[in-house]
């Protein structure tokens, strides 16, 4: 997906973009049931009861000191799960607590962000000229304006008093995070811009807020919900970072403090291995969870990425009679659910052309298993065509022409 | 086609629209260089609190001379005989003739001086390491999108836990594993201190030696980033006419890779400023973990000891280095998407 800050890449963005919101109203946002996503799914939902209930479930008191007389941290024991800190606080208590005022912070900054990124992105998108310059101009500078140094010096004035608070980290994180979510809304809200409903509801003579609220927004809905993931992953990495650093006050209870006192304690050089990896790997875990859910989206989006990911298994267990030994090169079957036989005069298993699954060229995709199976089946390399290409570029106009169901002649040679 | 005739091609293409082009991002990055000034010019001042005191506050215990007490007031702007303008054009003045200003913390000497000692370390770390991941994690990508469905797509979600880690995590896992337990390299530093600083292998390679654990670190947690980013494209690119005709024509399978990767590159290049942010961000943080000599570790100094104009002169100075990767980043993607030269 193009990221840069070329213009080219917008063109480039709203084509492959061009592929989210073509599926059927009932659809919308219903992930596919891939391992990653429901590990995904589960991770974040676990991390979630924890940060509201963490605190309650913690053994200890994390700020308790234990011992007065013991001077190194002392390893993992039945009294401390998880050891105790140089300071001797209990890090299992720690890890369960800190987890709140991490996930706090970064939903915070991805709430906020999101809703920059819409303001920003979708405005510009929709307005055009003058505006849409000026704003991508914004979004563009705090895309290459380096981050994390950028909050060090701001941290680094803050005031300790007001380090602690964590809805306040989360605002400042969010400035720093919403322009790349604003770049691809604003990619998508131009390529949604033309599309025929928008235009007619324009004709019509609706309000540009209600075109914005009731036409183009409900189709971004995908787009934005991998936005929230990425900013609040952002958040995650970001905050763990400023903690690390000391830069909030390192007595508030968070991952990136514990990491912080742990490079204080020299834990890495002398072994005391329960005073990092617990909370590391937490923050690994956090992060990975949000990722995999990102993944998923990935796949909602771009339904060449869902079939790409396919084992064979998987893809016999999806309704491929016999799956390929391998994919063969410049084709990607689009598995989608065997359609209802004749209910649009289409003959069952016959490859349909879905608008919206085209590739910038209109290359070769076809959607049910049955219809891939006849063509794996032949002896030769063959092609699965439809007889009508799409093959606009930028894509636009058949993307926004409805599904065709026009009966392709199947298997045929090579075009041409 | 013989690469001669091909860049001769290219230079010719090169004079007309892709000068245009090229002017225009040249133009954005001198606005955005300027705003980053700005910002980092009234950062100091919107914040709620006086950074005179505060600085003053973690002085405590040296001696604060008059001449360290105007030139705090001078940099944050508690000076109020001049306007706020009056400032910032004075602001703008000093970076223009390179005065970044005083750091407290290193005795006094100017930011400047304290930023080319470090500078030096943190570019060879932290280039040599973006290089090494992006072509790696390149190849890597192509690799899973051509061998989809294969074993190699177990390899995502293991890097996707590389990724999510943050980068002095995977800093503390290196030292424990690699230097503490194993022993293989040393566990911070930039070179023996004993060493003599001269161009012989000794010199070199300790070096080396101390370079190679951060550099792995970084490259582990970063390549995961265009490993996803190439494949993804690498999969959409795969369905391209081009690729099916190259397909036809029954030119060997690695060739017809090679097609497709050429042209999947591009967004990877052109992705390049989102993730050079992240990538300097992490190597920063991997810099402190490593007591590695460079922008980061004396940028974590000048936190803990308040001076700021050490801070802002870091900050400057890596946007600046990241503003001219970008540039480069746009360069190259100039030179190998003729869509670019034949705009306007």
């Given at each position: ?21 073509e599926?059927?109203a ?110 991508s ?6 895309l ?6 950028l ?42 811009r ?62 990136g403090?514990?990491?912080?006192y ?55 267990r ?75 570029w ?22 041409g | 086609m ?7 091609r ?216 265009w ?6 494209v ?32 591009l967004?990877?290049?052109s ?5 050079i ?68």
């Amino acid at each position: 997906m193009a990221i840069g800050s070329t213009d080219l890449d917008d063109a480039q963005a709203a084509d492959l973009l061009q592929l989210v919101p073509e599926a059927p109203a009932g659809r919308r946002l219903r992930l596919p049931r891939s391992p990653k996503v429901l590990i995904g799914l589960a991770g974040l939902t676990g991390f979630l009861v924890l940060a509201v209930i963490g605190p309650w479930i913690a053994p200890y008191n994390p700020a308790e000191t234990f011992s007065t007389t013991a001077s190194f941290p002392q390893p993992p024991s039945a009294a401390h799960l998880l050891g105790t800190t140089q300071q001797q606080q209990d890090v299992f208590s720690q890890l369960l607590a800190g987890g709140r005022s991490t996930i706090l912070v970064a939903f915070v900054a991805g709430l906020v962000a999101t809703v920059l990124s819409v303001v920003v992105g979708v405005t510009a998108g929709y307005a055009g000229g003058l505006g849409d310059d000026l704003l991508s101009m914004l979004a563009n500078f705090f895309l290459v304006l380096p981050a994390l140094p950028l909050l060090i010096v701001i941290f680094g004035f803050l005031p300790p008093s007001q380090g602690s608070d964590d809805v306040l980290i989360g605002l400042i994180i969010a400035i720093t995070g919403w322009a790349f979510g604003a770049r691809i809304l604003r990619a998508q809200t131009l390529s949604l811009r033309t599309r025929d409903y928008v235009e007619s509801a324009r004709v019509i003579g609706e309000r540009g807020w209600r075109i914005i609220s009731f036409e183009i927004l409900p189709n971004l809905i995908p787009i934005l919900a991998s936005s929230f993931l990425f900013t609040v992953l952002y958040g995650v990495g970001t905050y763990t970072a400023l903690a690390f650093l000391g830069l909030v006050n390192p007595n508030h209870v968070s991952w990136g403090g514990m990491l912080f006192y742990a490079q204080v304690a020299g834990a890495e050089q002398s072994g005391y291995w329960w005073l990092f990896i617990p909370p590391g790997l937490a923050v690994a875990l956090l992060g990975t969870s949000l990722a995999l859910l990102n993944f998923g989206i990935d796949e909602f989006i771009n339904p060449r990425l869902r079939a790409a990911g396919l084992s064979r298994r998987r893809a016999r267990r999806a309704g491929a009679a016999r799956p390929p030994r391998r994919f063969v090169l410049g084709v990607t079957p689009v598995l989608r659910s065997v359609p209802p036989a004749g209910d649009d005069g289409r003959p069952r298993g016959a490859p349909i052309r879905t608008a919206g699954r085209c590739s910038r060229s209109g290359g070769c995709a076809w959607t049910t298993a049955p219809a891939r199976a006849r063509c794996t089946r032949s002896s030769t390399p063959t092609w699965c065509c439809t007889a009508e290409r799409c093959s606009a570029w930028p894509g636009r106009a058949a993307a926004a022409s409805p599904p065709s169901p026009t009966p392709s002649p199947g298997c045929s040679g090579p075009p041409g | 086609m013989p690469v001669t005739t091909d860049l001769a091609r290219v230079a010719s293409d090169l004079t007309g629209a892709a000068v245009y082009v090229i002017s225009r991002r040249i133009g954005f990055y001198l606005l955005t260089a300027i705003a980053a000034v700005t910002v980092i010019f009234f950062i100091p001042r919107v914040m709620p609190g006086n950074p005179v005191s505060a600085v003053l506050a973690k002085m405590q215990g040296t001696v604060v001379t008059k001449q360290t007490l105007s030139a705090l007031q001078a940099e944050f702007g508690s000076d109020t005989r001049e306007g706020l303008l009056g400032q910032y054009l004075h602001y703008w003045n000093d970076i223009l003739h390179g005065n970044l200003g005083i750091s407290t913390s290193n005795g006094m000497v100017p930011v400047t001086t304290v930023i080319r000692g470090a500078l030096p370390w943190t570019l060879g770390l932290v280039g040599t390491a973006t290089v090494i991941s992006f072509i790696l994690g390149t190849l890597l990508g192509i690799l899973v999108a051509w061998r989809r469905g294969s074993w190699l797509d177990t390899l995502l979600p293991a890097t996707t836990f590389f990724q999510a880690a943050p980068y002095f995590f995977l800093a503390f896992l290196a030292i424990d594993l690699f230097a503490i337990k194993l022993g293989w390299f040393p566990a911070g530093s930039a070179r023996n201190t004993l060493d003599f600083p001269a161009l012989d292998w000794t010199y070199i390679s300790d070096i080396l030696d101390h370079a190679i654990l951060p550099a792995l670190t970084i490259v582990v947690a970063s390549a995961a980033g265009w490993i996803v980013g190439m494949r993804n494209v690498m999969i959409t690119t795969m369905d391209e006419d081009y690729v099916l005709i190259a397909q036809a024509k029954g030119l060997p399978k690695r060739r017809v890779v090679w097609y497709a990767a050429r042209n999947a590159i591009l967004p990877s290049i052109s992705g390049f400023s989102l993730a050079i942010g992240f990538v300097v961000s992490g190597a920063l943080l991997t810099e402190i973990v490593f007591s590695y000599p460079g922008l980061g570790f004396i940028m974590l100094s000048a936190v803990q000891e308040a001076d700021y104009a050490l801070l802002q002169g870091i900050f400057l100075v890596i946007t600046m280095a990241v503003l001219v990767a970008n540039l480069a980043a746009d360069f190259v993607y100039v030179f190998l998407d003729p869509r670019t030269r034949q705009e306007a």
